[in-house]
C-alpha cells in the first residue's frame, strides 16, 4: 500500500514540474497556488489552476489512495439538523470506506474564508455543504483541483450554478395545512420562518394555498414570522392565543416552533390536541419525543445528505449529475392534532 | 509548504529504509505493519513497531504538517449525547486549525476492528473514543505510531490503561435525589439506566445514599432499571404510577427517559409539576425545549469533549497527563419539579 503511494508521488513530483515549467513559473509558485496561498497573481494564478485541471486525473488517485477523506461543512453544529445530515453522509462514507471531516465556518449563506485551506490540504474525494452560495473564488480553487461539491440546501435557496440537494418545502406547508383542514379547523394560525429564507417563504405560500383551495380566507392576524426556534414558536403562540379571536390550530413552521407552541398553550393552560392543534416541520427525533408526540411534515434531511455525498462520488467517477435535486416531504400525523372541539 | 513537506517525505523514506534494514525485513513488510495489515507475523510486527516508535517523532511533524486531522469514534452516532461531545473536540480542533474526523464503529464497550486502517491511514494529531475499553494490540497499534488517545467516557465506565475524561454519576444521583428531598417529596421513584453501565449504577446509589441519609426508606418497588431511552422512562413511569402506593416525583435517570416519564404521566391525565414531579439526567439541548422543561443534573459533555481533545494536544507535545479526569457534574432546576400536592 505505502510503495504504491511512493510511485504516486513520484508521477505527482514528474506532474508538478512540468506544469511549473508549462507556465513558465517556479516549483515554488505552483506549491502556493496548491495550498491556496494569496500571494499569488491572479493571471498568474489561473494559468497554473488550469494546468492543474488538466493533470488532476493523477492527482486525485494518490489522494484516494493515501486516506479518502469526504468533508462536511456547515455554518451551525448545534443546529437540529446536523446530526441528520452528519448521519446521512456518514452511511454513504463508510460504504466508501472513507471519513467524513466535519468543518463549521461562516454565515448561514457561505462559509467563511478560512476553511478552504484545509480542504486544499486535506484534498478530499469531495466536500458536502450545508449553504445557500459559495463564493466564485472557492468554485474555482475547488473545480481547478477535481474536488466535486454538492450543497445541501434545507432552506431551499440554492446557487443556481452549483449542483444541490434540497425538500419540498411548499408541498409540505400545503400538506400541514390540508391535514388541519380535513381535520375539521377553519381558524388556522402559521407561524413560519424568517422572511429572509425561501424555505419560510414556500411553507408560508403551501399554507395559503391550502386554504384557498378549501375556500377559506387567510386572516392576516394569523400569520406571523419566527426564528425557527424554541422561543419563536413559543413568543408567536401566546401571540396567536391572545388575539380576540384565537385560531384552533396552528401550523408551527418548524419543529422548534412547535415545542415552544406546547409550553405556550400549557402556560396557558391549554391541552394539546383537545384545545388546540399543533403542527410542526422537519421531522426532527425530537419530534417523537415530545409530549404529546409531534404531528409534522417529515424533511428527509438523512437521505438529503446521503444523496448529495453519491452524487460527489457520482461527479468523482464522470458521471453525470441533475443539478438540482428535490426530494419530497411527507406528513407524519402523531399526537398533537386532533379535530376541534367545537 | 508543499516543499517543506517534499523534505520531510525525504527524511521519512530515509527513516523507512532504515527500519526495514534494522528489522532485517523488506521495506514492503515495514509498508504493511504502518498500515495496520494483518499478514504480518506477530514477532515480526512487534519488532518493527518498537523500531517505528523510536522514530515517531520525524513521522509525527510531516503529519501535522499535511493536514491536522483529530479522529473522534463513537458507537452510536444517534446518540443524545453525540452533538454535544462533537461540538467540544471541534471547538478545540478549531484553535488548532485542525480538522475532526468522525467514524461509527463497534458496541457500546469498545470500536470493531474496521477503524483502525483508517486512523493509521490518516495518521490523526490523535484520537478521541467514547468507549469504555480498547483492544490492547489497537492500543499498541496507536502508541507504535506516537498516535496519543483518550477516551470520553459518559458511562463511568474507564479502561484503568487509557487516559479518561468522566463526570461524577454517584454526585449527581445525590443531588437530584436530594432536590426532591428538599422539595418535600417522600415517595421518590428511580429509573436508572440498564444494569450493565457503571453509570446506572453510580446513579442509582447516590439516590439510595441521598434517600438514607435523609432517614427515608428505599422502597424496592419504587427502583426500576430503563434503557436510557424515552421508552423506558414511559414503561417505567407506567409501572410506577399503577403502583398501590404510587411516588410523588420520579428521578428518571436520563433527559430522554424524563420525556418518557412526561408522556406517561399526561397519558394518565396527571399535571407535571403540579401532580408528579420529574428530574432528567444529561442536560442534553431537548430539556430545555420539553413542556415543561426539565429539572435536571448537568453532565457536562461539551466540556468533557473539550478536556479529552486538550489532553491528547498535550500529550502530544510529552507533557504530563492525569489518567482520569473526572469533571463535576450540577443541578439545574427548571419547572419539571415542585413540592408535592398534599
Known amino acids: 500500500m505505502l510503495l504504491t503511494m511512493r510511485d504516486d508521488q513520484e508521477l505527482g513530483r514528474i506532474t508538478l514540474a512540468q506544469v511549473a515549467k508549462k507556465a513558465g513559473v517556479s516549483l515554488s509558485t505552483v506549491s502556493k497556488v496548491l495550498n491556496g496561498r494569496q500571494d499569488v497573481a491572479a493571471p ?32 451551525e453544529l448545534d443546529s437540529i439538523w446536523a446530526m441528520e445530515l452528519i448521519r446521512g453522509v456518514q452511511n454513504v462514507a463508510k460504504d466508501h470506506q472513507a471519513g467524513v471531516v466535519l468543518t463549521e465556518s461562516g454565515t448561514r449563506q457561505a462559509p467563511g474564508p478560512d476553511w478552504i485551506e484545509g480542504v486544499l490540504q486535506r484534498r478530499p474525494l469531495g466536500v458536502v ?26 432552506a431551499g435557496d440554492p446557487d443556481p450554478d452549483v449542483p444541490s440537494v434540497g425538500s419540498a418545502n411548499w408541498s409540505g406547508g400545503l400538506a400541514a395545512t390540508r ?18 429564507m425561501l424555505c419560510s417563504l414556500a411553507r408560508l405560500d403551501g399554507y395559503r ?81 415530545s409530549s404529546p408526540a409531534l404531528t409534522t411534515v417529515h424533511q428527509p434531511l438523512r437521505q438529503m445528505a446521503e ?25 407524519v400525523v402523531r399526537k398533537s392534532t386532533a379535530p376541534p372541539r367545537d
Chains 1, 2 share one sequence.
Request: glycine share 8%; hydrophobic share 40%; net charge negative.
Open 129 to 154: 455543504l450545508v449553504f445557500s452560495a459559495l463564493p466564485a473564488e472557492v468554485k474555482q480553487q475547488l473545480r481547478s483541483r477535481s474536488i466535486p461539491f454538492v450543497i445541501v440546501d434545507p
Open 307 to 331: 444523496e448529495a455525498t453519491q452524487m460527489l462520488l457520482r461527479m468523482r467517477a464522470q458521471e453525470p449529475v441533475t443539478t438540482r435535486l428535490e426530494l419530497a416531504t411527507s406528513l
Open 179 to 196: 391535514h388541519l383542514i380535513e381535520s375539521g379547523h377553519r381558524r388556522i394560525g402559521i407561524i413560519t420562518g424568517p422572511d429572509d
Open 44 to 75: 498568474t494564478r489561473l494559468k497554473v489552476e488550469r494546468l492543474l485541471e488538466a493533470h488532476a486525473y493523477r492527482r486525485t488517485t494518490r489522494s484516494a489512495q493515501e486516506a479518502p477523506l469526504i468533508e462536511l461543512v456547515f455554518h
Open 209 to 289: 394555498s391550502a386554504m384557498s383551495m378549501a375556500g377559506l380566507e387567510t386572516d392576516p392576524d394569523l400569520v406571523l414570522y419566527g426564528d425557527f426556534h424554541v422561543e419563536g414558536g413559543y413568543e408567536g403562540t401566546r401571540k396567536l392565543l391572545g388575539l380576540p379571536r384565537p385560531p384552533t390550530a396552528i401550523f408551527a413552521g418548524s419543529d422548534l416552533q412547535a415545542l415552544g407552541a406546547l409550553e405556550a398553550a400549557r402556560v396557558s393552560g391549554l391541552r394539546v390536541p383537545h384545545d388546540l392543534s399543533v403542527v410542526g416541520y422537519d421531522d426532527v427525533p425530537v419530534a417523537r419525543w
